[in-house]
């Protein structure tokens, strides 16, 4: 299984990006897949996450309301919307999906794939 993201960039506050992650290898029509982000010195957190079946998704508190994750079944992809860009969103973003939904999808090990990760820079 591959992930592979792309999209990011450098954008000013207040700006846009959409970020892109296509599997290959696999489908995940009944798993989960997921947005993390790493800022420089910091630990890995999760951004936010989709359910492939249903649908269902999941934010982080710090990004409700300016990201929306969304899939593409038939691609086979999944996207990041992040509009109102903030410095604080500068990081590597890495998607990650796993062929299960456990009930948790916060977590680092709920996913068992992951992507080479694409970098984020919003500047002030």
């Known amino acids: 299984v591959q992930l592979q993201a792309s999209g990011g960039g450098l954008v000013q506050a207040g700006g846009s990006l959409r970020l892109s992650c296509a599997a290959s290898g696999r489908t995940f029509s009944s798993g989960l897949m997921g947005w993390f982000r790493q800022a420089p010195g910091k630990e890995r957190e999760f951004v936010a996450a989709?359910?492939?079946?249903?649908?269902?998704?999941n934010y982080a508190d710090s990004v409700k309301g300016r990201f929306t994750i969304s899939r593409d079944n038939a691609k086979n992809t999944v996207y990041l919307q992040m509009n109102s860009l903030e410095p604080e969103d500068t990081a590597v973003y890495y998607c990650?999906?796993?062929?299960?939904?456990?009930?948790?999808?916060?977590?680092?090990?709920?996913?068992?794939?992951w992507g080479q990760g694409t970098q984020v820079t919003v500047s002030s």
């Open positions: 989709i359910r492939w079946s249903a649908g269902y998704s």
């Open positions: 990650a999906a796993d062929a299960y939904y456990s009930g948790s999808y916060r977590r680092l090990n709920d996913y068992s794939f």
